[in-house]
């Protein structure tokens, strides 16, 4: 499974920003899909979560601010990152759980003033 993933930028600390994970078969195929961040300096981690079923998770640091949603009309994950932080800046991953983990490219958030 091919992954495209957009709508990384710079945002001031408070807004917000969505980023899109468009995967190139049925997302219903697909056990979960989510995206992940790495930071400079720091391990990649999983910020969010959404199954095959419709099910999201969290990692604590983002519970209440972010939410991830599908479409799968169009195949595709969003993340909506409201309340940014600044240590909310990384590179974003998507990934496709599909016999094995599938990555798009990542896209870069910055929160800055």
């Known amino acids: 499974v091919q992954l495209q993933a957009s709508g990384g930028g710079l945002v001031q600390p408070g807004g917000s920003l969505r980023l899109s994970c468009a995967a190139s078969?049925?997302?219903?195929?697909?056990?979960?899909m989510g995206w992940y961040r790495q930071a400079p300096g720091k391990q990649r981690e999983l910020v969010a979560t959404?199954?095959?079923?419709?099910?999201?998770n969290y990692v604590d640091s983002v519970k209440g601010r972010f939410t991830i949603t599908r479409d799968t009309a169009k195949n595709t994950v969003y993340l909506q990152m409201n309340s940014l932080k600044p240590e909310d800046t990384a590179v974003y991953y998507c990934?496709?759980?599909?016999?094995?983990?599938?990555w798009g490219q990542g896209t870069l958030v910055t929160v800055s003033s």
């Open positions: 959404i199954t095959r079923g419709g099910y999201s």
């Open positions: 078969r049925s997302i219903f195929s697909i056990n979960a």
């Open positions: 990934y496709a759980d599909w016999f094995g983990n599938f």
